[in-house]
C-alpha cells in the first residue's frame, strides 16, 4: 500500500513563493505519472499539475501555468512543487497522489489520500 506525505505548506504573501514536498512510499513510484492537486474551502478537489515518471512531459492547470513548477527525484520517491507568485485563490489544502488521468480531466486517483498541507496565501 503506498503511503503519501506531504509538507511545505504555510503562511505566505500574496506574491510569494513556497515549494511543496511528496514523500511516497512504495517500489512502483519511480515508474508512474505523479500530481499534485488542492482543495480549498467549500469547494471540491482540483486538479493542479502532473509529471511522467521520467520527468518528460508535465500538465498544468490553466489557473497555475507560468507560476507553478512540478517536478520529481525518483531516486528519492518524492514530487515538488515549486509554487510562486501566489495569489490568494491558491490557498487551499494540497495533496499528491497518481492521478487516473494525467491529462486533468478528473481528480479519480489510484491510492489514497495523505493527510495534505495548508496552503494560506494574504492579500
Known amino acids: 500500500q503506498v503511503q503519501l506525505v506531504e509538507s511545505g505548506g504555510g503562511l505566505v504573501q500574496a506574491g510569494g513563493s513556497l515549494r511543496l514536498s511528496c514523500a511516497a512510499s512504495?517500489?512502483?513510484?519511480?515508474?508512474?505519472?505523479m500530481g499534485w492537486f488542492r482543495q480549498a474551502p467549500g469547494k471540491g478537489r482540483e486538479f493542479v499539475a502532473a509529471?511522467?515518471?521520467?520527468?518528460?512531459?508535465?500538465t498544468y492547470a490553466d489557473s497555475v501555468k507560468g507560476r507553478f513548477t512540478i517536478s520529481r527525484d525518483n531516486a528519492k520517491n518524492m514530487v515538488y512543487l515549486q509554487m510562486n507568485s501566489l495569489k490568494p485563490e491558491d490557498a487551499a489544502v494540497y495533496f499528491c497522489?497518481?492521478?487516473?488521468?494525467?491529462?486533468?480531466?478528473?481528480?479519480?486517483?489510484?491510492?489514497?489520500w495523505g493527510q495534505g498541507t495548508q496552503v494560506t496565501v494574504s492579500s
Open positions: 512504495g517500489r512502483f513510484f519511480s515508474y508512474v505519472t
Open positions: 509529471i511522467t515518471w521520467r520527468s518528460d512531459t508535465t
Open positions: 497522489n497518481r492521478p487516473n488521468d494525467p491529462s486533468g480531466r478528473s481528480t479519480n486517483v489510484y491510492w489514497p
